[in-house]
């Protein structure tokens, strides 16, 4: 290997200075460094001489940019951001300094992580919330969903242009049909106006809380999580193996809670009728109609309920 004493006295050489100048001539003659010296008149040769690493780096970024092969797998030495120069009198002289800043790709990335802080799951495949959405293919994929579809679009439009309501909505419906992605969809379209949401998959949500029974703070911290977020989602209620705690002591209190303050939402194989049933069931104490009635007192007045027609697309590519 060539030690640093030869590989200085190399750089010494005619050759090296040579083709060092050739490299300098060819920067300070680059459209974008042309129009550097366009925009700042001021800028002299000596100056620019000084700075030829900040300005390779400047072409160097922007030439990337222009044949940019995605975010995942930019070349440029900070991913998602490009070089940009800032000219700034100092002392009498005229400086360059470089700064770093994010493409539209990068900017957008940032964007979409800061709506998903917002929207935290439990116990829900990520990538029903993570997959993105097209308004077009979930209109068009299945025109017996329509009435459906029309209402979850209207009420976010709604949410959009006059704020939150505490009034939410019920999607009933067959195996399948979309519920739960279009509960995302909504949860996704309002985070990005600032919305916090929570979906919860009731069935395992359900069990899991029967194992925290003697974790009374992780039980809390739980349940206020899904009393103060703007909108609350219970995905698949109804197929859940309740116990009476469960029942009256977390679901009762987040709705009570929750009700006449923030929208609550849910998804579900039976009608409202049909919860009602099922809620007045537990395993412990068998049927107990007044229990199903009280907690759907704090259901039914508080949602528009809307049935989703249509195929089931689980499976299906």
């Not at 925009?39 to 300005?55: A, F, G, I, M, Q």
């Not at 259901?299 to 249509?310: E, M, N, R, T």
């Amino acid at each position: 290997m060539e030690s640093l004493g030869e590989l200085l006295e190399s750089m010494k050489s005619p050759a090296f200075r040579r083709r060092s100048d050739q490299i300098a001539d060819h920067l300070l003659k680059h459209p974008l460094i042309l129009s550097l010296r366009a925009e700042h008149p001021e800028l002299d040769e000596k100056v620019l001489r000084t700075n030829l690493s900040r300005l390779y780096q400047y072409v160097g970024d922007h030439e990337n940019c222009e044949q940019c092969p995605g975010l995942e797998r930019c070349p440029n030495d900070f991913q998602g951001h490009y070089s940009k120069l800032d000219v700034q009198p100092v002392n009498g002289s005229q400086e360059i300094y470089e700064r770093k800043a994010p493409c539209s790709l990068q900017i957008a990335k940032n964007n979409e992580d800061q709506i998903r802080k917002r929207v935290r799951s439990f116990y829900l495949d990520e990538r029903a919330l993570n997959e993105g959405y097209d308004e077009v293919e979930i209109m068009a994929k299945d025109r017996l969903r329509a009435p459906a579809v029309h209402q979850v679009f209207r009420y976010i439009q709604d949410t959009k242009e006059n704020g939150l309501s505490p009034r939410g909505l019920y999607l009933t419906g067959s195996f399948g049909t979309g519920k739960t992605y279009l509960m995302c969809y909504m949860l996704h379209e309002l985070a990005k106006e600032g919305y916090t949401g929570v979906i919860v998959y009731m069935p395992d949500f359900v069990e899991d809380l029967k194992s925290m029974m003697q974790d009374g703070s992780k039980v809390k911290e739980t349940v206020e999580t899904m009393k103060n977020c703007d909108l609350l989602i219970f995905d698949d209620i109804g197929a859940e193996n309740l116990n009476p705690w469960v029942r009256d002591h977390v679901l009762g209190a987040i709705l009570n809670f929750r009700m006449n303050r923030k929208p609550t939402f849910y998804t579900s194989n039976y009608p409202l009728d049909g919860l009602e049933r099922h809620l007045s069931f537990t395993s412990k104490d068998g049927e107990e109609n007044h229990k199903g009635q009280r907690l759907m007192n704090r259901i039914s007045p508080f949602v528009d309920a809307s049935q989703l027609f249509g195929e089931n697309h689980r499976g299906k590519v």
